[in-house]
DNA sequence: TATGAATGAGCTTTCATTCAT
DNA sequence: TATGAATGAAAGCTCATTCAT
């Protein structure tokens, strides 16, 4: 009983910082976040930031990490409703998800900057218990690749490519409108997407 | 004469800070870098900085766009050697040159992080007399995707989204071996390129 | 039995925060370590430190008074193996035991620093009766001099004085090594304090 | 002319630091007294301060210095007035000049400590050119040794034990009373020091 | 253009101290 | 007695920026 009142008070600390730095980094950007700003927002001691962090990058770490596989379970969890079907209709679904996402919450790709990752996603769904139901969807994923003639690892590195390629081309394209508008480059993205799964 | 004179004494004062830059951004890190270190590297005064960048930020822009321009023209220069074949053969041969050449300099890929980028290489040789030379060479690369049945926009936009998946890989695979070794993710990264290109 | 056990406790914890903080002293510098480093370091919680001692120098005075007390003790003690004979050779004998003595532990001279003193030391052997044995000791001494033609009192002022000349001119000598490394300035020392005492 | 300005300038930032940490460390001690007080005090920019000192402990060991090789200075300037005696008269003079300065400014040797030192003394004059008269003043108090049968380095080595006495008595009977007041303690002192030199 | 001493806001970080347990 | 998480004041220190030369 005690000893659980300080672990959720603890946790509540380390969530109250990560969403502080959340906001702050998104509103202002990281180098203009000062410690003092997210402790101030947290309302918590600036000392005690130190007890859960040891600098502010380790911070942004952990919020670009929880942004980045939020998005990724969010969409994973909406492509079961999919009926089993092709790999492609699910990846493209998937990505299509992300970039729609993405269009309605520009600073958190900035955030994210090119940082959405399939292997940062996997180890921290494997870390954590909470995430068994996601873990799940995964197999699924992957499964879905194994009747289509990949090993379980080449299943994983595609997987891993498509991610990255998703991740950049969103960069580039919804902040940057580079080589073109998001709209533009989407069906050029799923066009590629298919020739590779099909 | 005078003018000339100035002229080169600014460059190679800009390009004494844009080195001096560059040898801190890769040893030390961006962050640990500070102006006065480049300045004194540099054999510059400090106020001086303030006379060709406006902070270390662009600065660093300048860095990065400078180095990874550099690869990718040596890259489409070594191509070139190519006798005229299928589009994803030189494709797969710049790629290939690529991650070789980042295997070799893996702190300057650190630094350029995951901005290997087709559209900052297009500004920066357009913008730039110098690179004359250059650009026959991306109009020899997209004119053989035009062949192959692409619009030029289209094939830009291709070469774009290649590019950045290429860089993605690279940091991933390289600096921090996820989802596997370069050399486990080489041949797959062939394997999608031609999926796409055939 | 209880109140024993607590006083043991209570003793031992004194005696660990002690030993520790003796420790970090000559290894790190006093002003660089800390209360922290001083009760993780003898395994005890912090907020305990401040039932012993209420602040650093408190607990830097004990450890100077404890460590400059032993060693006159220890050269007492084996002065007193002498014949008695004449005061000045009795004086030498302990001058030089402490010499040699911080030769070998320049780090504990280091933290005494000139703080070698009779006076201290003379305190801390009334206040408590484990140091009836020494007190017999000193009153040897003492009764030699007086034998010489010194009062009791004067007595005690040049041995005092002595002692303070002796704390100084090690640590110039041995740290510093100034005005010339100790074992040149030891026959001087000697010779003066002969011309003194005889 | 600008050079000689600037340099001026240097040196009245240096002196004010000087003396604005002396004033602060004699009223309100060592540990108590920061960085930003003495900046504020000296009326110059907190980040001025390590442009000249690299953290307090220089500045105080500066200080220190300072003040102990003045009054060194100044006893040895007096005592030139003295007929040509024997040497320990000369060497009583100055004792008895040191503590009586001490005696009126107690603060300046709890200061000081005991780290009143001829070595520290002669480094600085030899430094300094504007010494140039008080090396005269030496020259001539170890002359005056050499002429009672001492070289010239063990007069040196003399003096400087002299010295270190001095300061540790002063200390000890001026600030602590330990073990009698000074005014017992001076003529005992004297009387040793005779014995020593005659 | 070029300099670099000086600035001072504001950062990160420490750490003595408290207090609920 | 004993604990150690939390505090927050205040320290040391950095460094981008300015400006007189």
Not at 88 to 114: G, P, W
Not at 144 to 172: P, R, W
Request: hydrophobic share 40%.
């Amino acid at each position: 009983m005690h000893i659980s009142r300080r672990i959720l008070n603890k946790d509540s600390k380390r969530e109250r910082l990560l969403s502080s730095a959340y906001e702050l980094f998104i509103s202002k950007g990281v180098n203009e976040t000062t410690i003092s700003a997210i402790t101030r927002k947290a309302g918590i001691a600036k000392g005690t930031f130190y007890l859960y962090y040891s600098d502010k990058y380790e911070l942004l770490n952990e919020v670009i990490l929880d942004k980045s596989t939020n998005i990724l379970k969010k969409a994973l969890a909406e492509s079961i409703k999919l009926p089993k079907g092709h790999i492609s209709d699910r990846a493209i679904f998937i990505v299509e998800y992300v970039i729609e996402y993405f269009k309605q919450h520009k600073s958190e790709l900035r955030l994210i900057d090119k940082n959405l990752s399939w292997g940062v996603f996997l180890e921290k769904i494997d870390q954590n218990d909470d995430y068994a139901e996601i873990k799940g969807l995964c197999k699924v994923v992957i499964d879905d690749f194994a009747n289509h003639g990949y090993t379980q690892e080449k299943a994983e590195q595609v997987v891993f490519i498509l991610i990255e390629m998703l991740g950049s081309v969103c960069y580039s394209s919804i902040i940057l409108e580079q080589p073109a508008h998001i709209d533009t480059m989407k069906p050029l993205l799923f066009e590629m997407i298919r020739k590779i799964l099909d």
